[in-house]
């Protein structure tokens, strides 16, 4: 976003992990692949001691004004403010955010339930450290739910995303306008199949407006 050829904003981004991020630098290399009228291309690798730890490609587009048409709807739940912080679990990434589960409060701290449970979730997050939302924002947290199998299994067990996609469905003066600090989030999954699972979310506004949707595969051991 900081590249002086950029035009418009972020429409979708799809990063894919090739192995952990370690603590400490790491370099960002950006090139732009190809640009038209309305949209621009752009790949990304993230190297650290000399390897490709990450590799992305983002997609900008400059977004006029056209037919719209919102058929999905948000699903009804308590508000932010209604829904308590959740504090059962600690782990860097979920320090990094603030979590409110309006139902259905996980609680992993037990032995694995002896059937699978649900992989579907209503979730309030935001920053931990609370600030306006902006498209890295909504970028960030788009990877902030915990990994459906926890909810399915009842319990922890080691997860890493491989490869997710976030698709944005509005741009950086259109969620300005809207100032918020918390997005609901909406997560599921349909599949759980030697080593692999995927997850689909949705992001939404305080005011019922879908402003991300993310897919991801991930890896588990269990």
Not at 25 to 37: E, N
Not at 53 to 68: D, H, I, K, P, Y
Not at 110 to 124: D, L, R, Y
Not at 174 to 180: M, N, S, T
Request: aromatic share 12%.
């Amino acid at each position: 976003m900081r590249q002086k050829e950029i035009a418009g904003d972020p429409l979708a981004f799809t990063v894919n992990f090739c192995a952990p991020i370690a603590p400490g630098g790491f370099d960002l290399t950006p090139r732009l692949i190809k640009a038209t009228r309305s949209t621009q291309h752009w790949s990304i690798e993230a190297t650290q001691a000399g390897e490709v730890a990450a590799f992305a490609t983002a997609v900008f587009a400059q977004r006029r004004e056209t037919w719209t048409h919102r058929p999905t709807a948000m699903p009804a739940v308590k508000s932010l403010t209604e829904t308590p912080v959740y504090t059962r679990v600690a782990a860097p990434w979920i320090e990094q955010f603030e979590f409110r589960f309006p139902e259905d409060e996980p609680n992993f701290s037990g032995a694995a339930f002896a059937e699978p449970a649900s992989a579907h979730t209503k979730v309030w997050i935001g920053h931990a450290v609370p600030r306006t939302l902006d498209l890295l924002s909504l970028s960030a947290i788009a990877d902030a739910f915990f990994a459906r199998i926890f909810h399915v299994r009842g319990e922890l067990l080691p997860i890493g995303t491989v490869s997710m996609t976030t698709y944005f469905h509005v741009d950086a003066a259109e969620l300005a306008a809207e100032p918020i600090t918390a997005v609901l989030g909406v997560a599921d999954a349909n599949v759980f199949h030697k080593s692999f699972s995927d997850q689909t979310g949705e992001l939404w506004s305080p005011s019922g407006r879908l402003l991300a949707t993310t897919q991801q595969i991930t890896y588990f051991k269990a």
